[in-house]
């Protein structure tokens, strides 16, 4: 039990305290964000190099992981950069901090549309993702199915990195205002 109770207390200092916690948290969230990215650009160019029978439709979830993934890279530098030179939370006014913290929770919104529309597009039956049937005129494309498989892998990544982000971030916030 005494262990066990350390254990918990080293854990918790450990996340509370270490100021490298957040910046490897963002800087995770960074990589995610530019893989999503990546692979949102190769499925909407894809989807638009497309000479099939008919051409494929351009989906939302590439068009807003597209958005979504830009702004965030833009947000997470400035976050950082503010984390790291800016004043301590016990110099600056708490509040300044708590409306930062909250653009953190408008991404992890979009973040969990965005994911939302990626299986929705992987599940789509008049998209290029499903086998074909007889009534069906739109052909399976694997690469690009791929693609989308892999662009919604990493936007849950994402989802999951911002919402351990954010968690942190308020238990931080309450540990040093209380």
Same mark, same amino acid.
């Given at each position: 039990?005494q262990?066990?109770?350390r254990?918990?207390?080293?854990?918790r200092?450990?996340?509370?305290?270490n100021?490298?916690?957040?910046?490897t948290?963002?800087?995770?969230?960074?990589?995610?964000s530019?893989?999503?990215?990546?692979?949102?650009v190769?499925?909407?160019?894809?989807s638009?190099?497309y000479?099939g029978?008919?051409?494929i /439709?351009?989906q939302?979830?590439t068009i807003?992981?597209i958005?979504v993934?830009?702004?965030?890279?833009v947000?997470?530098?400035?976050i @950082?950069?503010?984390?790291?030179?800016g004043?301590?939370?016990?110099?600056?006014?708490a509040?300044?901090?708590v409306?930062?913290?909250?653009?953190?929770?408008l991404?992890?919104?979009?973040?969990?549309?965005?994911?939302?529309?990626?299986?929705? @597009?992987l599940?789509?039956?008049?998209?290029?993702?499903?086998?074909?049937?007889?009534?069906? @005129?739109t052909?399976y494309?694997g690469?690009?199915?791929?693609?989308?498989r892999?662009l919604?892998?990493?936007?849950?990544?994402v989802?999951?990195?911002w919402?351990? /982000?954010? /968690?942190?971030?308020?238990?931080?916030?309450?540990?040093?205002?209380?």
């Amino acid at each position: 039990k005494q262990r066990r109770k350390r254990w918990k207390i080293n854990l918790r200092v450990m996340l509370l305290d270490n100021p490298y916690v957040p910046m490897t948290l963002r800087s995770g969230i960074f990589v995610l964000s530019v893989l999503a990215l990546a692979l949102a650009v190769s499925v909407f160019r894809q989807s638009s190099e497309y000479n099939g029978p008919e051409p494929i /439709t351009q989906q939302p979830s590439t068009i807003m992981a597209i958005c979504v993934q830009s702004i965030a890279m833009v947000y997470l530098v400035y976050i @950082t950069y503010d984390e790291y030179s800016g004043k301590p939370l016990g110099l600056r006014n708490a509040k300044d901090k708590v409306k930062l913290i909250m653009l953190d929770l408008l991404f992890i919104i979009f973040s969990s549309a965005n994911l939302s529309l990626s299986f929705n @597009t992987l599940f789509d039956k008049q998209w290029l993702c499903q086998p074909p049937s007889e009534t069906d @005129t739109t052909p399976y494309n694997g690469p690009i199915c791929s693609r989308q498989r892999g662009l919604a892998s990493f936007l849950f990544l994402v989802l999951l990195m911002w919402v351990m /982000t954010f /968690t942190i971030s308020i238990f931080r916030v309450v540990e040093r205002v209380s």
